[in-house]
């Protein structure tokens, strides 16, 4: 079994909130790229569930980062 490294950052004892954010809004951007490869390769596919599903977490996602974009 291969061992894979995540892309996601893991931060422990973070005390600045503009630091926290910064890296939530990264961690977030490296799903969407993630969504949005799935989605390609959903259409390409014909697999139109699948699309949805990840149309939808796309959207979630860009929410999630607009509302922390305010802080």
């Known amino acids: 079994m291969l061992a894979v490294k995540?892309?996601?950052?893991?931060?422990?004892?973070?005390?600045?909130?503009?630091l926290s954010v910064k890296t939530?809004?990264?961690n977030f951007y490296?799903?969407?790229?993630?969504e949005r490869n799935i989605l390609e390769l959903a259409s390409d596919?014909?697999?139109e569930g699948?699309?949805?599903?990840?149309?939808?977490?796309?959207?979630q996602t860009?929410?999630?980062c607009g509302c922390l974009m305010l802080i």
């Open 45 to 47: 596919a014909t697999d």
């Open 24 to 26: 939530i809004l990264e």
């Open 30 to 34: 490296v799903l969407l790229i993630k």
């Open 6 to 18: 995540s892309e996601i950052k893991s931060v422990e004892g973070v005390i600045d909130a503009q």
């Open 62 to 64: 860009e929410k999630k």
């Open 50 to 59: 699948t699309a949805s599903l990840m149309s939808d977490y796309i959207t």
